[in-house]
């Protein structure tokens, strides 16, 4: 498969056992972060193709954590 069309398919976001560790709702966080629970439920199903700075910097600042406890790499021949 070229590249353009798996793009992104090798990040998997850890969005729910942040916030599942946090007792926070994902409506909570997307109205303390200023983003629709759909965006953020784009972003927490993996079907977002790109997030804003801005954006995972707000989701570190609420949640308390890092970029790196929200998204990761995990190529898929590592996941099988």
Request: with cysteine; aromatic share 2%.
């Amino acid at each position: 498969m070229p590249p353009e069309e798996d793009e992104g398919a090798d990040i998997v976001v850890r969005l729910d056992e942040v916030l599942a560790a946090r007792g926070i709702t994902l409506t909570e966080l997307a109205a303390r972060v200023g983003i629709t629970v759909v965006n953020l439920s784009v972003l927490k199903n993996g079907r977002a193709r790109a997030i804003r700075f801005s954006t995972l910097a707000a989701l570190c600042r609420e949640l308390d954590c890092r970029p790196g406890d929200l998204i990761d790499y995990a190529p898929a021949a590592d996941r099988s």
